[in-house]
């Protein structure tokens, strides 16, 4: 196996408005994929001639076409589809698995970079770089605010040892957040990067594919309950969503959600050990801060990485 080969896996659906711009920028990058692995779910537009006309020109490209679900369906309906494509593949055979979104145009060196970062620390089993878009009034160039301590949901990038070893996926809206905790409990890292290499255009708006960004905010809170996030640390980022657009409406559609999801006792990650960590790692972030909080959690968790695969198999 080629320590640097990745596959990536891009579940889509109706996504003729930007598909092309991200085929060119991934058809461009200095390090292309093993393979790309494309489920389209149901396409009703001209997405599945878009992809047929780039797979038939790059023989690295494979598009899987899946029956109409009727409706663009985001967490659950996305993991789905990712698995679809992961089923026909050999993990193995990889060193690196990416799930990448088709509404994303990336730097040239976008991959070479993560890879770079991953061979330099053998405990960095998730990244990503940062996303930008186009700010709607003005047309400036702005960040989606998010954090140091997590790869992006829109570009996830794992060690293959790693996505195995936490059981890859998990079937819900906030499945892009409990795996870069699940990494930190059991010894990787998880990062993303803000570095010009790595900085990349999101071309729809984060949380707007599914009935727009309200409702975007809202489905979050509802998956910041599922994955076991306190009360305490769910109103500090109520209130911190509140300052950004959309100004004041987006936190408090983010705490309704939350709020709706704990008052009709909705379920929870099965997992306990996974909640007691992350209630443990989210006090730990509001009383001392993110940073400090993430290097306790990776130092305490160091005896807890195994760089093996579940095979034997040790981690590139």
Not at 42 to 66: E, K, M, N, W
Not at 100 to 114: H, K, N, V
Not at 125 to 146: A, D, I, Q
Request: proline letters at 5%.
């Amino acid at each position: 196996m080629d320590n640097r080969s990745y596959c990536l896996i891009s579940p889509c659906r109706d996504e003729a408005e930007f598909l092309e711009r991200t085929l060119i920028s991934v058809i461009a990058q200095t390090i292309r994929p093993s393979l790309w692995v494309i489920v389209d779910d149901g396409s009703t537009d001209v997405t599945p001639q878009i992809l047929a006309t780039y797979a038939g020109q790059h023989d690295f490209i494979r598009v899987i076409r899946c029956d109409d679900r009727g409706r663009r369906s985001v967490g659950p309906g996305v993991v789905e589809a990712f698995y679809r494509g992961h089923a026909t593949i050999d993990p193995a055979a990889f060193a690196y698995i990416g799930k990448l979104d088709m509404d994303l145009e990336l730097p040239p060196g976008y991959f070479q970079s993560l890879i770079e970062r991953m061979e330099a620390d053998p405990r960095l089993g998730t990244c990503s770089g940062k996303p930008y878009f186009h700010h709607p009034r003005t047309g400036e160039l702005t960040s989606e605010l998010c954090g140091d301590e997590m790869s992006v949901g829109m570009t996830k990038f794992y060690r293959s040892a790693c996505f195995e070893q936490i059981g890859g996926l998990a079937r819900h809206v906030m499945w892009d957040g409990i795996d870069c905790h699940q990494c930190r409990m059991l010894g990787w890292k998880a990062r993303s990067f803000n570095e010009q290499a790595l900085r990349f255009l999101h071309l729809r708006p984060m949380g707007s594919s599914e009935g727009g960004i309200l409702r975007g905010r809202m489905r979050h809170g509802r998956g910041q309950h599922y994955m076991g996030t306190g009360p305490a640390y769910m109103a500090a980022s109520v209130m911190f969503r509140m300052l950004h657009p959309p100004l004041i409406v987006g936190g408090l559609a983010m705490g309704l959600g939350y709020i709706r999801a704990a008052l009709a006792r909705q379920p929870r990650y099965e997992n306990e050990a996974f909640r007691r960590f992350l209630r443990q790692y989210q006090w730990n972030c509001l009383f001392h801060g993110k940073l400090r909080a993430t290097t306790a959690a990776e130092t305490e968790h160091q005896r807890d990485w195994q760089p093996q695969m579940p095979s034997g198999k040790v981690a590139i």
